[in-house]
Antibody, heavy 120, light 105 residues
């Protein structure tokens, strides 16, 4: 059974870069899309973007200029970088397996989430 | 991209049917998904491809999608179903609705 675990700093200084990693256990990153989603305190879900195992990416237009995703199949990990962060980027960040395709199947496996606070 | 609109809250009595809507332009042309999120937990996929249930999701959860509205129906609602429900659709990018707090009382 595939499980996901987010990791990374819980505190990031304003204007710096937020970096998170999602480790996939019980399966491979190959042939799947992997998404990052965030949830600001008391708010709803916001899709940040996804990466395919080949490295193909697709980002939320509202964040595109600040987001970079990468994948390391050998380590069964994929990563998120968000630059020039502000307090508005403080949120719980989730990684999820995303069944992207003509017959879109939703995000069927989620990590437990990691809380990131942007503050000096 | 597009927007998805959900009612902020829905209330239902135990054993009754809960209906949560999700509105978006031509949403019926896309596949809709629904997620359940309980406090302090990660979202859980409860409906995908408009009306399919993942393994382990009770039969009381069902979905439909037509025109501009997708609907999540919970038949015989139980207290354990109290949660926030999010709709989501994908059309080259993913969009989530704002979430609906389902209260069972």
């Amino acid at each position: 059974q595939v499980q996901l675990q987010e990791s990374g700093p819980g505190l990031v200084n304003p204007s710096e870069t937020l970096s998170l990693t999602c480790t996939v256990s019980g399966g491979s990153v190959s042939s799947y899309y992997w998404s990052w989603i965030r949830q600001s305190p008391g708010k709803g879900l916001e899709w940040i973007g996804y990466i395919f195992s080949s490295g193909y990416t697709n980002y939320n237009p509202s964040l595109k200029s600040r987001v970079t995703m990468s994948v390391d199949a050998s380590k069964t990990q994929f990563s998120l970088k968000l630059t020039s962060v502000t307090a508005a980027d403080s949120a719980i960040y989730y990684c999820a397996r995303d069944r992207v395709g003509t017959n879109y199947g939703g995000m069927d496996v989620w990590g437990q989430g990691t809380t990131v606070t942007v503050s000096s | 991209s597009f927007d998805l609109t959900q009612p902020p809250s829905v209330s239902v009595s135990p054993g009754q049917t809960a209906t949560i809507t999700c509105a978006g332009y031509n949403l019926g042309d896309k596949f809709a998904c629904w997620y359940q999120q309980k406090p302090g937990q990660s979202p859980v996929l409860v409906i995908y491809q408009d009306n399919k249930r993942p393994s382990g999701i009770p039969e009381r959860f069902s979905g439909s999608n037509s025109g501009n509205t997708a609907t999540l129906t919970i038949s015989g609602t139980q207290t354990v179903d109290e949660a926030v429900y999010y709709c989501q659709a994908w059309d080259s990018t993913s969009v989530f609705g704002g979430g609906t707090k389902l209260t069972v009382l």
